[in-house]
C-alpha cells in the first residue's frame, strides 16, 4: 500500500514478513493512537497456509484481555457457523482488520467499569492496513472472508457495500478471492437473530464453495 506520510503501521514492518516476525514486530506497533490505551496488539491466529482467511473489526473487550482474536461471544457465534459450514477452524487464520481494542471507558458507577467498543475510524483502518495485507501475503489463503464493513473497508476499499455483494465472490487484488458477509456480532445484535444465523452460514457456505478443492502445499 503507498503510504503518503510517515503514520501508519508501514514503518513497523520487519524486513522479515513471516507470520511469526510479523507478530513480533506489530505487538510493538504505534502507527495510530489505538495502542495507548489498548492492552496489547492482537494479532491474527492459525496456521500459515491456511486456506480460508477471516477478517474481523477489531479486537473486542476479551480478546483485548486475552490478546487472541475472537475469543468472545462473537468468537462463539464464528465457531458453531464455521463447523456447519464444514470449514475446518484449525484450517482458518483469523484476524482483524484493526489490531488494537477502541473502547470508551465509563465511569464508575455507569454499568460498572464496562469498556464500550468504538467503531475504528477510517484513518485507523488505513493506519493498520500494512500488519493485514503482511498477513494475506503470509498465509496465501485461497479465499478471504470478510466479515463486516470494516473489514470490507480494509480488503475491497470504500466502493463494496456488503449488504448488496454479500456472498458473492470477488476479487480482492492478486487473482485472490474474497467473499464478504455480515459481522457474527450483528447477529448477536440482530432482532432476528435466527435469520441473520442463517444468513451469515449461508454466506460462509459460498466461501466454502469458491475455495478450490484442497491442494497439496
Ligand atoms: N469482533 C471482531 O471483529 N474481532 C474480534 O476479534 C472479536 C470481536
Ligand atoms: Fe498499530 Fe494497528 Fe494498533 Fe494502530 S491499531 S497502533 S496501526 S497495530
Same mark, same amino acid.
Given at each position: 500500500?503507498?503510504?503518503?506520510?510517515?503514520?501508519?503501521?508501514?514503518?513497523?514492518?520487519?524486513?522479515?514478513?513471516?507470520?511469526?516476525?510479523?507478530?513480533?514486530?506489530?505487538?510493538?506497533?504505534?502507527?495510530?493512537?489505538?495502542?495507548?490505551?489498548?492492552?496489547?496488539?492482537?494479532?491474527?491466529?492459525?496456521?500459515?497456509?491456511?486456506?480460508?482467511?477471516?477478517?474481523?473489526?477489531?479486537?473486542?473487550?476479551?480478546?483485548?484481555? /486475552? +490478546? %487472541? =482474536?475472537?475469543?468472545?461471544?462473537? !468468537? $462463539?457465534?464464528?465457531?458453531?457457523?464455521?463447523?456447519?459450514?464444514? @470449514?475446518? #477452524?484449525?484450517?482458518?487464520?483469523?484476524?482483524?482488520?484493526?489490531?488494537?481494542?477502541?473502547?470508551?471507558?465509563?465511569?464508575?458507577?455507569?454499568?460498572?467499569?464496562?469498556?464500550?467498543?468504538?467503531?475504528?475510524?477510517?484513518?485507523?483502518?488505513?493506519?493498520?492496513?500494512?500488519?493485514?495485507?503482511?498477513?494475506?501475503?503470509?498465509?496465501?489463503?485461497?479465499?478471504?472472508?470478510?466479515?463486516?464493513?470494516?473489514?470490507?473497508?480494509?480488503?475491497?476499499?470504500?466502493?463494496?457495500?456488503?449488504?448488496?455483494? /454479500? +456472498? %458473492? =465472490?470477488?476479487?480482492?487484488?492478486? !487473482? $485472490?478471492?474474497?467473499?464478504?458477509?455480515?459481522?457474527?456480532?450483528? @447477529?448477536? #445484535?440482530?432482532?432476528?437473530?435466527?435469520?441473520?444465523?442463517?444468513?451469515?452460514?449461508?454466506?460462509?457456505?459460498?466461501?466454502?464453495?469458491?475455495?478450490?478443492?484442497?491442494?497439496?502445499?
Amino acid at each position: 500500500m503507498a503510504s503518503h506520510s510517515n503514520t501508519g503501521a508501514a514503518r513497523f514492518l520487519p524486513v522479515k514478513r513471516d507470520l511469526t516476525e510479523l507478530r513480533h514486530a506489530a505487538a510493538g506497533c504505534r502507527g495510530c493512537d489505538l495502542y495507548r490505551n489498548a492492552t496489547q496488539t492482537v494479532f491474527g491466529k492459525g496456521p500459515p497456509g491456511a486456506r480460508f482467511l477471516l477478517v474481523g473489526e477489531q479486537p473486542g473487550d476479551q480478546e483485548d484481555l /486475552r +490478546g %487472541e =482474536p475472537f475469543v468472545g461471544p462473537a !468468537g $462463539r457465534v464464528l465457531d458453531r457457523a464455521l463447523a456447519e459450514a464444514g @470449514i475446518d #477452524r484449525e484450517a482458518v487464520y483469523v484476524t482483524n482488520a484493526v489490531k488494537h481494542f477502541k473502547f470508551e471507558q465509563l465511569k464508575s458507577g455507569q454499568r460498572g467499569k464496562r469498556r464500550i467498543h468504538r467503531k475504528p475510524s477510517v484513518g485507523e483502518i488505513m493506519a493498520c492496513r500494512p500488519w493485514l495485507e503482511a498477513e494475506i501475503d503470509a498465509v496465501d489463503p485461497d479465499v478471504v472472508v470478510v466479515l463486516g464493513a470494516t473489514a470490507a473497508r480494509a480488503v475491497l476499499g470504500p466502493g463494496f457495500q456488503v449488504t448488496r455483494r /454479500r +456472498g %458473492e =465472490p470477488v476479487e480482492c487484488g492478486e !487473482g $485472490r478471492l474474497a467473499v464478504a458477509t455480515i459481522h457474527p456480532s450483528a @447477529i448477536l #445484535r440482530a432482532d432476528d437473530r435466527e435469520a441473520a444465523y442463517a444468513g451469515f452460514l449461508a454466506d460462509l457456505e459460498a466461501a466454502a464453495r469458491a475455495a478450490p478443492p484442497a491442494r497439496a502445499r
